[in-house]
């Protein structure tokens, strides 16, 4: 019997599991987790990471804690995985990561909680003690309520049809019946842009042109150039900190007021420039 039991536990193979992603999967073992992508350039990406200290904790073997790291394991881990996949897939400019990730996801969670589970508890609850139904209608209006969001909001984001992986391929954009712009593939097996026509241009060659002036990137150049000039804009942009005595404006750069204390307008410090 110890022989047979011997022999059950050398068999036993280690537990996996894993979740897809934007052009490739995620797969977690129990000391890290792997994720295979492919990036714009047809290439196989892998990124690999070990798991936090949470994972090899004791809590993992508590019954109703255990719970909570799955949860926090689905979530989290699940939702950096689809992140580092989408930074993939945009390239180098369009790092979606820091602040603006946390915003868009606080944003996100809060829009779905509010919709799909607030407010239909709410209106049932409301329609039970208007009405005087029974708690079991109640849950069935607020099924119905729930069932009617998310057609609704399967309608609204259905309004196009995803263009083919290759370069050049579109689909045409609808509002309200009415062709408004395309959905345009401007490099193969990267997500799509939104084209819609200027004044006297119609979408045709409205899509030419961004075909045109797409080069290495997603996005077409001139607007790529254009927000690298605004970034670097930004960083010299100057100011007046204020006027002497001979009615001179102090003028301070913006990047050394950000990145040096020292150039605070309250210090009277820094490198400055008289301007009449």
Request: with cysteine; net charge positive; aromatic share 8%.
């Amino acid at each position: 019997m110890r022989e047979s039991d011997n022999t059950i536990e050398e068999l036993k193979l280690p537990t996996y599991g894993g979740q897809a992603v934007i052009e490739g999967v995620m797969m977690r073992g129990k000391q890290s987790v792997a994720i295979a992508m492919r990036n714009p350039e047809n290439e196989i990406v892998i990124h690999k990471e070990p798991l936090g200290s949470i994972y090899k904790s004791r809590l993992v073997n508590i019954p109703f804690l255990r719970g909570l790291v799955m949860l926090w394991d689905a979530l989290i881990l699940g939702m950096r995985a689809l992140t580092i996949s989408a930074n993939t897939q945009t390239g180098e400019d369009e790092q979606l990561e820091g602040p603006l990730l946390y915003l868009t996801l606080g944003i996100s969670l809060t829009i779905g909680i509010v919709f799909f589970f607030l407010a239909p508890a709410t209106i049932g609850q409301f329609v039970e003690k208007t009405l005087g139904w029974s708690s079991w209608w109640g849950n069935i209006v607020e099924g119905i309520i729930r069932l009617a969001i998310l057609v609704g909001y399967i309608w609204l984001v259905g309004k196009y049809s995803e263009p083919h992986v290759r370069k050049g391929s579109c689909s045409p954009l609808r509002y309200k019946g009415m062709t408004v712009g395309a959905v345009l593939r401007t490099r193969s097996h990267v997500l799509p842009v939104f084209v819609s026509p200027g004044h006297l241009v119609d979408i045709d060659t409205s899509v030419q042109v961004v075909l045109g002036c797409t080069g290495k990137y997603r996005i077409p150049e001139p607007l790529r150039r254009a927000d690298m000039f605004s970034k670097k804009l930004k960083e010299n942009i100057s100011f007046c900190r204020g006027k002497d005595e001979r009615g001179c404006c102090q003028i301070q750069n913006i990047r050394e007021k950000n990145t040096d204390p020292s150039n605070s307008p309250l210090t009277g410090e820094g490198k400055t420039q008289q301007v009449r």
